[in-house]
Each structure stands twice: as structure tokens, then as C-alpha cells.
């Protein structure tokens, strides 16, 4: 029971220190309060007969202690806590934190694979919050880049659709016709531009990229490759070498052969910088490919060219995509080397909430970027499925 009471405790003694907000007179009453708190609901939960019970009991106290002390939306998200605080006690009471340990595993080895987990978790949420929040404020009502008082109470009044309403209606209008104090002065006709360059810049650097890396990934797998280190270290140098430094040379490369400002200078610089993905991740496919399939399609007639077309690029197909995909990503978000080297007909969207940000801070740059969130996301789910049929396919994942 002690041991139970003592862990619960200290989880709230976290809960109450993050609560304090850095306000060092609050941080000693917070962190007091909030160990007395979930030590109490261990307690509790510990003395009813299911795991159900006990988290639906410690949520709904927490939960009502929330909304009488703060808000409703505060309600929820402490009862969340409270969830979490009751299955955490009956875990502990019930010894089943050792089940993923073997009999043996010792107190400082139990102690730390969960102590482990718990910093990559917390790293994990220290780098997913600022991406979690950008999501609800951009339904905001308001003007704000904070959350209104309509917000927290969960009140439907504080949430709209208006600053996505805007990227679509007066993206599409004309400058003149945009008027109105909520209006975005900059969200006309360059947003659509913007977007257009995105994926046009996007679709022929991923282009050149997969079809760069792929040829020189498949040549760097050869065992007769002379230099293979030296060749693959240069090929990927544009994921070492900070990207200001890259930037700054190829604006230089470009400025005497007259690329500087243009859609082709600006496909062929994202090409170069997504053609290391390709190239790593084509490189990691080839890696289990059976090479004595080639030599028996040579044996039987076939050319290099229908070789690769009917053997190899079926198999290495996922890889290949995956590696398109991590390009097209690599040029949809790149803003550095668009800053040095497209003009103002080449801005796309990253470079155009850059200017927003500059120009005028209003939500609609949020609304954007939750949509490229969601992009990002889509386009990572659709390249862990092709990893997955990668592995099944050459045979190393057995489902």
C-alpha cells in the first residue's frame, strides 16, 4: 500500500510542479497539493474490486474538483488525470508492473525500464506539444494567437471555421474585394500562388530526386563500386552541412549562371536536398534484396534496362516511394533555401507564412499549418505501410 501511495504521490507531485508555471511561490503549495491529492485517489481506488471502477472514480472526483475550482474544460482535462491516477494505482497495488520484466529482473532494473520510458515519453510530448496546441487555436473566433476565455469553457460561440473560410474564399478573390476589419490583407490571390508553387516545385524535385537517388542507390549497393564510402558521403552531405551554409552556395552557384530566381533553380536546389532520403532509404531496402534474381534474368536474355524494370523495381518498389515521399516532404516544407533564391512569383507556402509572420501576425497562418500537420501525417502513415510491405515482401517481418 505504501509503495503504491508513495509512487501515485509523486506522479502528483509532478502534476502540481508543471501546474505551478514556473512561479517559484507556487511551485512548494503546488507540488504539496497535488502529491496529497493523487495519494489520496491511489487510496481510493485501491479499495475498489475493478480497475474500471477505480479509474472512472478517481476521473469523475477530479474532474468535479476541476469545474468547481477553475472551468469545465479544466474539469476535462484533470479528469483525464484522474483516469490515468486510478489505473496507475491498481496497477501498483496489484504488482502487474513486473509482468513485462523476467522473474529475476531486480528492484534498479524494474525501476529503470519504466524510468526510461518515461523520459522518452516525456521528450515525446515536450516535442509534440507545440504541434497539438497549433490545432485548437486555429478554430479560434478571435484575432489571437491564445486561447479565449469562450475557448476554455468549451463554449461552441469561441470556435470557428473562419481563418480556413478565408484561405478558400479570398484566396481565390482579388485584392480590391478584400475588405472588412477581420480580413487578412495578405490572404489573397498570393496564398493560391503559393500553393500552386508548393506542389509544383514539390512534384518535379521529387521527380528528379527519386530517379537521382534510385540510380545511384542501386549503383552504390554493387560490391564492384569503387569508392562507395567517399561517393555515398558526398551524396548525403546535404543532410549534414547546416542548410544556411547550403543556401548560401547555391544562391552563389546560381547567381553566375543565371538559375538565381527561377522555378528551374529552385526545383533542381530541393531536388538536391531530397535526394539523400531517396538515396538512404532505396539503399535500406537493397539491402535484403537477392541479387541472385538478376543474375538469372541475365542468364536467361533479359537486358539491364528490362531487369530492373521487371525484377528489381517491383521488389524495391516501398522503398522507392518511401523515399519520394520523405522528398516531397523535404521540398513542401523547405524555407531556407526559398528565401535566398526564389523571387516573389516563386514564394510558396512556407515562404509565405514566413512573410505573414513578419508582415502580420493572424491566425490564418495556423489554419495552414494544421493543414500541412495533417499532410505531414498522411504522408508518414502512407510511408510506415510501405515499410511494412517492404519487410514482408523481402521476407524479414513474418506477418
Known sequence: MWFTLAWTGGFGAIVGFLSAQGQ?????????????????????ATKLPSKIMARAACALALMVLGTVAFSFS???LVGLLGWIVGGMAQWLNSGDYRLPQPPYATSGQVLWFYVFRFICGAIFVFLITPIIILIPLSFNQ????????EMLSLNPEGYSLRWYWDILKNGMAAPEAIDGWWADMWNNAQWVRSVKNSFYIGFWATILATGF???AAIGLSRNEMPYRRAIMALLISPMIVPLVITASGIFY?????????????????????GTPFVIITVTATLVGFDNSLTRAAANMGAGPVRTFFKI????????????????FITSFDEVVVVL???????????RQMFSGIREQISPTILAVATILVIISILLLTVVELLRRRSERLRGISPH
Not at 142 to 149: A, D, H, L, W
Not at 253 to 273: D, E, T
Request: glycine share 8%.
Open 74 to 76: 479544466y474539469g476535462l
Open 213 to 215: 537517388g534510385t540510380l
Open 340 to 350: 535566398q533564391v526564389a523571387d516573389v512569383k516563386q514564394r510558396t507556402i512556407p
Open 312 to 327: 528489381q523495381m517491383p521488389l524495391i518498389l516501398p522503398g522507392v516511394i518511401s523515399g519520394a515521399l520523405f522528398a
Open 24 to 44: 517559484f511561490a507556487r511551485m512548494v503549495p503546488y507540488l504539496m497539493i497535488g502529491a496529497v491529492v493523487f495519494a489520496a485517489l491511489a487510496f481510493v
Open 253 to 273: 552557384f546560381y547567381s553566375q549562371v543565371g538559375l538565381a530566381k527561377s522555378y528551374m533553380g529552385l526545383i533542381l536546389a530541393h531536388a538536391v536536398l
Open 142 to 149: 478571435q484575432p489571437y494567437f491564445s486561447f479565449t476565455p
